[in-house]
């Protein structure tokens, strides 16, 4: 099956930098990868995702890009401020009722 | 709209009891899961549902059961608490599988003494 690596595990930043925080998967045929953000104490929710036709998203301050050679994508994090702070996910899925596959989390920390 | 819903938010049990945890949603979505997410091992899938009726095993299904008898309802079953399943549980639902956003519910942190 999928696997799904993340890193870096934890990660501090100061206000108004960019933060990085990569995946790297297995599964060649892998399609779908979304990013989830959760606050402490809160429900993960949806932030971004792209799918494999395309190699960069973007939203605001928030960008996915995606590298299917290498198989890794990224969440990039530009300007970051306090309510950055939280726990982010990535995950792959080929479809084709194979559920996604999340990574191991990264807790993002962002110092006044 | 209370999207999706889980009870209950927190429960104690020994080791042996047995517990429900209920999940429901209002969005009318076909697809179900329930997640378990444990300390540096992010959100790992426990059992699905592709619609009324239908239940499958994700990645970590020992120890659980679920049915899903009602479209807006999942439930979660352990029926004989074991330590190891110390953890919090989301539920989710999306409207598309596999490659569609899922709307979890806030949690179930469940300790087994």
């Known amino acids: 099956g999928e696997n799904v690596e993340q890193h870096p595990s934890t990660l501090s930043v100061q206000e108004g930098d960019s933060a990085v925080i990569k995946c790297t998967y297995s599964?060649?045929?892998?399609?779908?990868f979304p990013w989830y953000k959760q606050e402490l104490g809160k429900r993960p929710q949806l932030i971004i995702d792209?799918?494999?036709?395309?190699g960069e998203k973007k939203d605001q301050r928030i960008a996915v890009t995606l590298n299917k050679t290498a198989k890794h994508f990224s969440l990039h994090i530009t300007e970051t401020q306090p309510e950055d702070s939280a726990v982010y996910f990535c995950a792959a899925s080929t479809g084709g009722g194979n559920k996604l596959t999340f990574g191991t989390g990264t807790q993002l920390k962002v110092e006044l | 709209n209370a999207g999706v819903t889980q009870t209950p938010k927190f429960r104690v049990l020994k080791t042996g009891q047995s517990m429900t945890l209920l999940c429901a949603q209002d969005m009318n979505h076909e697809y179900m899961y329930w997640y378990r997410q444990d300390p540096g091992m992010g959100l790992r899938l426990i059992h699905y549902?592709?619609?009324?009726?239908?239940?499958a095993k994700g990645e970590v299904p020992d120890g659980y059961n679920v049915s899903r008898l009602k479209k807006q309802n999942f439930l979660l079953g352990l029926e004989s608490a074991a330590p190891s399943q110390t953890s919090v549980y989301f539920c989710?639902?999306?409207?598309?599988?596999?490659?569609?956003?899922?709307?979890f519910g806030e949690g179930s942190r469940l300790t087994v003494l």
């Open positions: 989710a639902s999306s409207f598309q599988p596999d490659t569609g956003e899922l709307f």
């Open positions: 599964d060649s045929a892998s399609n779908y």
């Open positions: 549902s592709v619609g009324e009726g239908t239940t």
């Open positions: 792209i799918r494999s036709n395309v």
